[in-house]
């Protein structure tokens, strides 16, 4: 059994010191931009390894914990950490193809590509912080340190447009997030004046198993915080406004890291606080919270996504509609967090394929505008029908695996009892299958303008997509009973629900609906 007081300095360590090398030859003299790659690659495959050799351990044996109780995955963090390291490695994979194609075009010149590495393993390992931290400032100094290691990475280029998103992005999420250190803040207050020993109050564990003895009033407060200081880098309305720039302006591997891992990261902290909050004030409030930034988050996004004519700043306010649609399931009860813990997963596979495939596709046009990028399929074949079949899936389109996440979240609603909250979310749901198909049919269809080499970019371009399309279908048919296990794990962090009879209806192969409709139905009884 490994120890994660073993595997933690390597988890953490190799990303950190990839970072300061890839750093250091950036501002040196010379040209370092393969060494920086070479260990960047390194980088991201041990990263993926380790992530998924410790979050199985965890998801058998229990969870961990770790330098003096600082650290800690449990379940939870765990599914976070696997979701994580593959997203890393997609988009590390493919940033060799992306950004080996801009330097060579002249588009970043050596430096930048070192400087691009090294921000690249810095995020990530402020990410792995994030996910493992048991020290509730510990996490608020993670997410924090996060906004600071990826600002430079969404003004890489140094143009205009670059700049003022990451102006944008770094000055909203830091008000938004100072609003997350006042709930810290106001939990640890509470945790003090209830502790004997003080110095167990900035535990998250010690928190959770003490929450009972905590002022309702305190916690209801820290509690809105939480969610308006963290939800600010969910991207939950209204604070998502940074969103869509930095998105939109950073190099697409980034966005899609963006997408799939950050967002998760700061997820993940309010759903340590909405833990405590459920066994200070029940689920009422929390719940109530929850379905109202979600459904928000769902009907503003799904009215960008119909009219957007950026395609990278409508991959962007799907990532909002689909944060929000997480958000909204989780306020649904048990089943909703399962589904939740679910499409955490889809959300992140759909998201850094479409990331990576738009970045082929601007490679191929120079230009992110759906107006003049027509005939993808007949310009690079692979990409347009790789990033055609990416955006149905993200439409919910059988069957690929959003499909089923989002099936499991009606029913969640439906037996939730909330009809009107039901026919509200379908017909947001049918805006965006309405504004994806239209990326569909005037992107990827269609006849191609005159002028653009045809051809795929380079390999590396596109054997990531390639893969991420395969584990879309794989969980969109038949769900590996690791994947099920895990997110069984996960959900009973929060809701204390062993999902097991659901399990089995999702392990079988995807016949038709009437199948998931038995899910749901074990579902029910179990949560009943």
Not at 180 to 187: A, K
């Amino acid at each position: 059994m490994i120890s994660i007081s073993t595997i933690y300095p390597y988890l953490l360590g190799i990303p950190l010191f990839v970072a300061a090398v890839s750093l250091v030859c950036a501002c040196l003299k010379g040209e370092f931009q393969k060494l920086s790659s070479l260990m960047h690659c390194v980088s991201v495959v041990a990263t993926f390894v380790m992530s998924w050799m410790v979050a199985v351990q965890v998801f058998e044996h229990g969870a961990l914990e770790s330098a003096g109780h600082w650290l800690i995955l449990d379940s939870l963090s765990a599914l976070f950490m696997a979701v994580l390291g593959l997203v890393a490695l997609i988009t590390g994979l493919h940033s060799l193809g992306y950004i080996g194609n801009e330097f060579k075009n002249g588009e970043l010149s050596s430096r930048q590509v070192s400087l691009y590495y090294g921000l690249f393993n810095l995020f990530l390992a402020t990410m792995l912080i994030a996910l493992t931290a048991n020290n509730i400032i510990m996490m608020w100094v993670a997410i924090e340190a996060t906004t600071i290691s990826s600002v430079f990475l969404v003004g890489i280029y140094y143009q205009r447009s670059s700049l003022e998103a990451a102006w944008k992005y770094i000055m909203l999420c830091s008000v938004g997030v100072a609003f997350g250190l006042f709930g810290t803040v106001i939990t640890y207050s509470n945790a003090v004046a209830v502790f004997t020993d003080p110095s167990q109050a900035i535990f998250w564990t010690a928190i959770r198993d003490n929450a009972a003895r905590f002022d309702p009033r305190l916690i209801q407060i820290g509690f809105i915080f939480i969610i308006i200081g963290f939800g600010t880098k969910v991207g939950l309305f209204p604070m998502h406004t940074w969103l869509p720039d930095a998105h939109s302006e950073a190099p697409s591997p980034v966005s899609g890291l963006l997408s799939a891992g950050l967002l998760n990261c700061a997820l993940l902290v309010i759903l340590r606080h909405l833990v405590v909050a459920q066994e200070v004030l029940g689920h009422g409030y929390t719940q109530a919270l929850m379905l109202g930034f979600g459904l928000l988050s769902v009907a503003v996004a799904a009215f960008f996504i119909l009219v957007q004519k950026d395609i990278k700043r409508l991959l962007a306010y799907s990532s909002v509609e689909n944060m929000g649609l997480i958000t909204f399931a989780i306020g649904l009860g048990p089943l909703g967090v399962f589904a939740a813990m679910l499409h955490v997963i889809n959300h992140s596979l759909g998201k850094t394929l479409m990331f990576c495939g738009a970045g082929n596709v601007m490679l191929k046009y120079g230009t992110r505008d759906m107006g003049i990028i027509k005939g993808v399929v007949r310009v690079a074949p692979w990409t347009g029908v790789l990033f055609g079949a990416g955006a149905l899936a993200l439409a919910g389109v059988p069957p690929f695996n959003l499909f089923v996440s989002e099936f499991l979240i009606v029913c969640s609603a439906l037996y939730a009892q909330h009809p009107a909250l039901i026919i509200i979310l379908l017909l947001l749901l049918t805006l965006v299958l309405a504004g994806l198909a239209r990326l569909v049919a005037a992107c990827v269809l269609g006849k191609a303008p005159e002028g653009v080499d045809k051809g795929e970019v380079n390999v590396m371009t596109v054997v990531p997509l390639v893969v991420m399309m395969g584990l879309m279908v794989l969980m969109g048919t038949h769900i590996p009973e690791v994947v099920l296990h895990g997110v069984n794990q996960a959900a009973q962090v929060i809701t204390h629900q062993d999902f097991s009879t659901v399990l089995q209806q999702l392990h079988l192969p995807f016949q038709s609906a009437s199948a998931l409709t038995q899910t749901t139905d074990a579902a029910t009884h179990l949560v009943q």
